[in-house]
Each structure stands twice: as C-alpha cells, then as structure tokens.
C-alpha cells in the first residue's frame, strides 16, 4: 500500500476529533423550505413574512447548539407577531405592492420585531425565575432531611452521627 | 520437707472468742467453750450442740481461710458416716470476733487424742494394737477407698479415744486440710517424701496403709520413728535401705508384727500390703512377703560437685535441688554414659543422649530446666514433677497454687503459671509412658489450665485455677473473705452483705468471685451465655458479664432473695443501658431496672440485658438508623453542592415554560388573525 493509501485508510487524530460538519437545525431547514414554498405559491406574503421573520432566522443562526426549544420559543412568538400583519395585508389586497407597504410601515415592523423581542425577554427571564423556585424547592427538601435527621439522632444517640461518618 | 505449709501463722489467726453462733439453724457452737486438746495445728476447736439430735455429742474444728477444706470427702462422710472414723456431720463459714471462719462440726471423741502430740507416749501392747487400733482402723480405711476417697491424715497423734474409758479407736478428722499436708515425713511414702507438703496430693490408697504401718510401728515403740533424724537424712536412709529398714532400725519387734509391717511398709506401692492381706495376716494364714525392692545403684557413682551419687532417686533428688549445677555436671559428665555403663540402663541412655548435645553457641534444643524435669522423672519416676523449685505430685497441683496464691507475693504465683505453661508436665508423662507407667489425666487437665490462665475475662486466669483446682477453698475475695463463703449460696449472701456497705463505684465482683462462681456453677444456661461473653475491654459488657454469674449462681443455688446485691447491681448496671441505643428502649430498661431493684432477683435484672430478642432489635433498628441517616447526609451534600446541576435544571424549566407561552401567544396571535380575515 502507498503512502497516500495508509493515510487514507488511517484519518489523522486530529481529523478523528473533529465534530462532523454542522448542517443547521432541522426548524431552521422547514422554515427556508416553507418561505422557499410561498416564495412561489405567494410573493407578498412571503415578502411580509421574510422581513418580519427575520430575527427569528438570525436567531435561528446564532443560536445554533442551543436548546432546541428556545429558538422554537422564539420562532413561534416572532411569527405570533407577524400573523396579524400577514393578516393585515390580506386584507388589504395580496400584492407585492401592498406588501412592500407593510414592511414599510413602522407601526407593522414594532408588532413584527417587539414579538421577537418579547420572545427574547420571555426566554431570558424564565430560566432566573425557574432557578429562584428550584432553590427554593431544594431548601425545603434539605430542611424536611435535617429534620428527619435530628429525629434520628433523638431516637438513636449521637452515636448514629459517629457511625454514619464511617 | 517440713510442714511449710502450716509453718506460718494463719491468715486472721484464731484467738479466744466469747459468743456463740449457729450454723445452718442446727448446730450451736460455743465460743466461750474452747476444746484444746480436739485442736488441729492453726485450726481451733469449740464445744457445741446438734440442736436437731441433742444426743449426738459434736464439736466445731474453726478452719484456716486461705487453705482449702476436703468438702468431697466432709460430705461423703455427713451422707455416709464411717465407722471408725470422725465423722463431718456440718460444715459452713461461721461467725467470730474477727469474722467468718470455714467450720466443720465432727463427731466428738469423749477421750480426746491418743497421743497428746507427735513425740509420744506409752508403748502399747501387740493385742491391744492389733485388736483395738490396726484392725477397726483398717476396715475404716478400707472403707472409705471403696468411695475413692482416701484419709492421708494417718498418725498416733490423730487417732482418737471414742469413748471416755478409751476402749474405742478411730481415726481423726483429715477434712481441715489438703490430704497428706500435715503428715510428717516418716508417714509418707517414699515417693511422696520428695514433694513439699503442701504438692503431696491425694495419693494412692496404699499411701493410708503406709502411714497406718508406721503408725502401728509409732504405737509399739511409743515415740515417733523418726525422732532424732533430720526429714533429709531419714529419707536418704529410706532410699537407701528402704523404708522399713529405715524406720524398724534398731527395734526389736515380734515375728509377727515384723511380718505386717514389712508388708504395710514395702516402698512399692503394688506390694504394699492393704485389707486383704491384714485379714489374711490376722487369721493367722501367711501372705506372699513382699519382694526385696533394692534401689537400683550405678557400679559407679556420677559426680555431682563434692557428691558422688550411685543411687538413681538420690541423684533426681540432688539434681532437682540443683538444677544449674546438675545440668553442666551432666553434659560435663557424659551422663548419657553414665546411664549407659554404670546403670546399665540404655532406654535412659538414649533418650537423654540428644538432649544433652548442644548445637553451634552452646544453644541447646531443650532449656535446663526442661531437660531437669526429664532426665529427674526418668531416674524416679514415681517421685514429684520437679521443675525448678517446685516439687510437686501429680495430684498436688492445688495445694501447690492455694499455699502460693495464699502466700500474697507474686513470685510463687508466676512460678506456678511458667510451671503450667512450660513443656514440664508433657516430658513428665512421656517419661513415664518410656517407663511403662500411666501418666494419667495430668497432661489433659494441665492443657484445662492453660486454658483458664489465657483467659483474661472474668472468670479466667489464675484465680479459676485456683478454684477449680481446689473444690473446698472459700472464696478469697477481699469483699468477702471476712465472711470464708465455701459455697456459692455463701458466697451470695456474703456479696449481699458487703453490697449494703458498697457504694455504686465499688467493684464487687472481682476476678476470685468470678472464678470462685464460674467453678461452682454449672455451665450458664440460654440468654445469659450472651451476657457472659463480655470482655474485659468494654466496662459497662464487664459488669454485666459479673452481675450475669452472680444470676448464674442465684439460679442454680439460691438463696432467692439478695435485696441488697439487687439493688447494688441496679446502680451499677444503670451505666449499662447505654448498650442499648434505642432511647425508648432505654428509658423503659431503665425503668424495669428501678423496678426489679428491690425485689432480690439478680436474674430478673440480669435478664433485662440479655433479652436477645431485644438486642437484636435494637442492633438491627441501629443499623437501620445509621443506613438512614447516611442517606440523608448524602441527599443533603448533594443538593448543597448542586448549583450547576440545579442551573442546568432551570434552564430546562426556563425553556419549557417559554415554549409554552410561546405557543399560547401564536395560538392566540393566529386564532385572532384568522378571525380578522374571515370577518373581513
């Protein structure tokens, strides 16, 4: 075997360490495959769509790797916001012009993008707050042991303490 | 080979003491009624009365607390009283001035002791000895060897006018001592001179006739054969021309007379003559002489320092009291050819040869005093274990440990423990078995022993050797030797006594009430075994152990109630409870404990420890508490270092309820889209 063919049959360590190349989150692929599909079947929709969704796609993006049910969090409440403007424009006549409009009005883009950031604060905040309740949870499961403890120690001894350490 | 043992004075010695006392609620001992001429040496007689059978003229003998009694013997006699013997009728501890004494009462000789003392008195006639004396003393005797008991207390100065016109013989009390203790030497068998006193032993049943020959000899002549020779020289004499000879020297006897006593003297114990052959004598019928034993002699002598000994027993004796000298002569002296040549004697020749070689340094396979006690057995086998200063026979192990353990120095008792646990007793019987004699139970009763000295708990060491060794000594216990307890319901009542003075830190159960219960009582039966395991590491487990036997004792013996041990126990065994860890089950141990305190019964306090179903449970409820209680520890160490794991929790958490919003707002967000759509 040359020398090329034992390098290929044996792949450098440093290649073995390396992770597999990332294709992007599965959300991410149904979310252009779904834009790609109104792309053809419905232009201004997807043009609303598109601009309003775009913090959900750079979040999508950055936030690669992470919990799965964040970016989805963020992804559903981002186009909780641009639902109504989608709405909105139906309503008015589904035109491209019509949809440039739309994004073009400042009142439609802070409904589109203070969902996304509404999304952001939920998803910053709940995590603190789960961690104050959890603490608290686990304070009181250490008081209840201690409790149960000194419950033994006044039916055993002290002794039980000593031998408890062995 | 003098009365060491009797030589010092007694511990507590008796003096005159007024009063009177009963024992056992039958017999009244009157104290201001002294009996002197019924005295024994360091044991003093009073009058007194046998209240059941006020016909029955008795007498109290107050004993000695530091030696054993031969209770065996008191009570075969109280069961079975022996015609021609003084009787036991009683025994027990009694009270005196300066405190308990072990008491016999015996059967009183009207015409007190035929010969005042040991030097003498009238000679009597042949008749008179033969018909009064030697015959009824013999079937007495002879009686008593049917009951494998033995007198060993024969002598002129303890046979006793029964009656008061002195018509009637019998023979005197032998229960206040340990058998052969108070005999002189010319009373002896041979092979028991060379043993001290206190080391005799029982002895064979031909040693009563022995001292019965020369008793008879002692009465004819009226004084003592021996007097007017040293122990040492009569017993070189007896070695060397044999004991009758020794003894008969110079006396002019009748035929007949000569006849008995060559047989009732033959130094060897099979040709001694005993009953059979008196009656045959008596008849008038002639019996197989006894054969003409010569001491074996070397053709030369062995050279011992300034001595030059040919006789093999003589040698034994001056090796034992030499035991360096004797060894260096030996290897010195090629003994081994000595034996060989001289004594034509090529078993011990043998034997000895390789003892006596040393290896490279002068190390030798067998330590001198070792190789003493062998090469000793095999030149007079039938004389004493002799190891460094102890000269004692097989059957004298007790006396041997009761005059050292009651000596009050070290030395005697250490000499006895390197004694018991050195090869002596084995090399003994091994020679003896060379010389095709029985060594007996020695070596399995010696292996007893050593098991009882590595015993360090209550109930071990030397003081149940002691005990066990000796069935008739009183418990020597400081806490209740002023009370001589023989028996264990004594010994009881007596710790009762002493516990209404103790205060809670006192220890009454030492290491002689232990051994004292331990060899008294049977074995402890069910859950008090457990209680008795204890060791002495642990002191509440060493109390319990103690108050256990006490409870053994009180089972087995009575008396049913000991208020005061109770509620001394009670006090004692309260630090006890904290064997048990259960507090619910201390409180309520605790609380039996006051209850039972009074009501006497060691057992049903003892009982409360021992309770096995209990202390199962509660070393089982322990277990499970500290299996717990570590399982709680390590739940609340985890959770206290768990601050990642509780961030990553709520993250997980944080996430879900976003996700849930999340979705609730989309929901809405499109429900009212929709809506808006359709209503245009």
């Keep these: ?166 | 080979m003098t009365d060491a043992a009797e030589a010092g004075p007694p511990k507590g010695s008796l003096s005159e003491t007024a009063g009177t006392a009963v024992l056992g609620d039958r017999f009244q001992i009157d104290f201001g009624n002294a009996l002197p001429a019924l005295d024994s040496p360091g044991r003093k007689a009073f009058a007194a009365v046998d209240r059941k059978n006020p016909g029955k003229l008795v007498y109290a003998l107050a004993c000695r607390v530091d030696l054993p009694l031969r209770l065996r013997f008191a009570q075969s006699s109280i069961d079975r009283p022996v015609t021609g013997l003084v009787n036991c009728v009683g025994y027990g501890s009694v009270k005196m001035a300066e405190g308990y004494r072990p008491t016999l009462i015996l059967e009183r000789p009207l015409g007190g002791r035929l010969w005042k003392d040991w030097k003498g008195a009238e000679p009597m006639a042949e008749k008179e000895v033969v018909d009064k004396i030697l015959v009824p003393l013999a079937v007495a005797l002879d009686t008593l060897h049917q009951r494998s008991l033995r007198h060993r207390s024969v002598r002129p100065d303890n046979i006793m006018l029964a009656d008061q016109g002195g018509t009637v013989f019998a023979l005197g009390e032998a229960f206040s001592a340990p058998p052969g203790t108070l005999q002189r030497v010319a009373y002896e068998p041979l092979d028991r001179v060379m043993a001290s006193p206190a080391d005799r032993g029982q002895g064979h049943v031909s040693d009563d006739f022995f001292a019965l020959g020369v008793t008879i000899l002692a009465l004819l002549i009226g004084k003592d054969p021996a007097v007017g020779r040293d122990d040492p020289v009569l017993a070189v004499q007896r070695v060397t021309t044999g004991s009758f000879s020794a003894l008969i020297q110079g006396h002019s006897l009748s035929t007949p007379i000569t006849e008995l006593l060559r047989g009732l003297l033959a130094d060897d114990a099979e040709d001694r003559w005993s009953m059979k052959e008196i009656r045959t004598w008596r008849d008038g019928r002639t019996n197989k002489p006894p054969r003409q034993v010569h001491e074996r002699r070397g053709e030369l002598p062995f050279r011992l320092g300034e001595q030059q000994l040919a006789q093999p027993r003589l040698l034994a004796i001056a090796f034992a009291a030499n035991p360096g000298e004797a060894v260096k002569a030996m290897r010195k002296g090629q003994f081994d050819m000595w034996l060989k040549q001289s004594l034509r004697d090529p078993d011990a020749a043998e034997t000895v040869e390789p003892l006596l070689k040393t290896g490279p340094g002068g190390t030798s396979a067998i330590s001198d005093e070792i190789l003493t006690t062998t090469v000793c057995t095999l030149l007079d086998p039938g004389g004493p274990i002799r190891y460094k200063a102890l000269n004692v026979m097989p059957d004298g192990l007790g006396g041997v440990l009761a005059k050292a353990m009651g000596s009050g120095e070290r030395a005697p008792v250490q000499a006895f423990a390197e004694f018991l646990n050195s090869e002596a007793v084995e090399k003994w019987a091994a020679m003896l078995r060379l010389r095709g004699r029985k060594a007996g139970d020695l070596e399995g009763d010696v292996r007893l022993y050593r098991s009882f000295l590595a015993d360090g708990h209550l109930g071990g060491g030397m003081e149940r050797c002691l005990y066990a060794l000796n069935p008739g000594l009183p418990c020597q216990s400081r806490q209740v030797i002023d009370r001589a307890p023989l028996t264990l319901p004594e010994l009881l009542v007596a710790l009762d006594a002493a516990a209404e003075k103790a205060g809670a830190g006192n220890e009454l159960i030492d290491r002689h009430v232990a051994a004292f219960v331990c060899s008294r009582s049977k074995p402890a039966e069910g859950s008090l075994q457990l209680a008795l395991k204890g060791g002495p590491e642990d002191d509440a487990i060493k109390r319990l152990a103690g108050a256990a036997m006490l409870a053994v004792a009180q089972k087995q013996t009575g008396p049913p109630s000991l208020k005061n041990l109770t509620e001394w126990l009670a006090k004692r065994l309260g630090a006890s409870l904290t064997q048990f860890h259960n507090r619910e089950v201390r409180k309520a141990v605790g609380e039996e404990i006051e209850r039972l305190a009074s009501g006497g019964d060691v057992s049903a306090l003892v009982a409360l420890f021992a309770d096995e179903k209990r202390r199962t449970a509660d070393k089982k409820g322990y277990a499970d508490a500290v299996d717990r209680y570590a399982a709680l520890e390590s739940d609340v160490v985890a959770i206290e270092n768990g601050a990642e794991d509780r961030a990553a929790r709520a993250r997980g958490l944080g996430a879900t309820i976003g996700f849930v919003l999340a979705y609730i707002a989309l929901l809405g967000s499109m429900s009212v889209s929709i809506f808006g759509i359709l209503l245009g």
């Design chain 1, 1 to 166: 075997m040359s020398e090329r063919g034992k390098d290929r049959a044996k792949p450098a360590k440093g290649a073995q360490a390396e992770a597999p190349p990332r294709r992007g989150s599965p959300v991410a692929w149904v979310l252009v495959a779904l834009l790609v599909l109104l792309l053809g079947v419905a232009t201004p929709t997807f043009i609303v769509i598109f601009v309003g969704m775009i913090p959900a796609l750079v979040a999508i993006f950055i936030e690669r790797g992470k919990d799965v049910r964040e970016t989805m969090s963020v992804a559903a409440l981002n186009f909780a916001g641009v639902a109504p403007v989608v709405a909105t424009l139906w309503r008015k006549g589904h035109t491209i012009t019509n949809a440039l409009h739309t994004i073009q009005d400042l009142g439609n883009l802070f409904i589109m993008f203070g969902a996304a950031g509404l999304a952001l604060a939920i998803m910053n905040l709940t995590p603190k707050i789960a961690l104050r309740f959890i603490t608290a949870l686990d304070n009181r499961r250490v008081k209840a042991m201690r409790e149960q403890q000194k419950e033994i120690v006044a039916e055993w001894g002290v002794d039980v303490r000593r031998d408890a350490r062995l």
